[in-house]
């Protein structure tokens, strides 16, 4: 479970809070969407909860545990697939992955075998001794997830998946959070494609301004929604029409 106590975060020299006072539980085994417009402060809570980022103020704990104090048995507990690709372009699939799961203390035959296997999920197999600089979109995407599952996380934070991917990579993508989450784990990932946080996530939380505006279960949120048939009509008449631009 995680549970998340009043967490906000104002980048240095900022004039507003990119993620204010957001309280939120997620329950072990559910697939947890966080939605919101450009700009909303996703990447930023994605950030903190990973450690990548320090909160301004604010608390959470996964599984019970927080960094301060359990920093190495969350780092073991838990897998980050950034919405930058974290990939080294000189590096093959296979050596990039070699790097990441060392990362996580795995090591002969036993990292071996999970990246060839994980390769081998990923249809990446016949890729795996070409550089990645070399790949297209969906293919880095895909290594860059597989980056991320290697020691097999109990909790798994995605930032914007399936961004910039064609059809084909998108549904191998979710398909394996699919199957990695009836194995038992919780997963956390942001998304800007509402038809499939509707129909992938068990609940979701469309985020503004670095709040909360709205969660639930999606079928329930279209059904409360005056006039809506969709997570996108919900999202629309939550968060409005006007660009959200910054710099
Ligand atoms: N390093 C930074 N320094 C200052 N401000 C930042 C920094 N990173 C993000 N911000 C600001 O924080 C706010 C939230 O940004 P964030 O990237 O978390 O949003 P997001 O919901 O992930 O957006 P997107 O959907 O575009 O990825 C924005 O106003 C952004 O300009």
Redesign the pocket.
Known sequence: MIQINQLSKK????E?F?VKDLSLKIETGEIYGLL??????????ISMLTSLLKPTSGSFTINGLNFKENKNQLKQLIGIVP?EYALYPTLTAFENLEYFGSMYGLKGEILKNSILEHLEIMGLSKFATKKTATFSGGMKRRVNLIAGILHQPKVLFLD?PTVGVDVQSKNVIIDHLKFLNQQGTTIVY?S?HLIEAEVFCTRVAI?DQ?EIIIKGIPSELIKTQAGANNLEDVFLAQTGKALRD??
């Open positions: 980048y240095k020299g900022a507003f990119s919101g417009p450009n700009g909303a402060g996703k990447t930023t809570l919405q914007e942001t800007h985020i670095g910054y710099a």
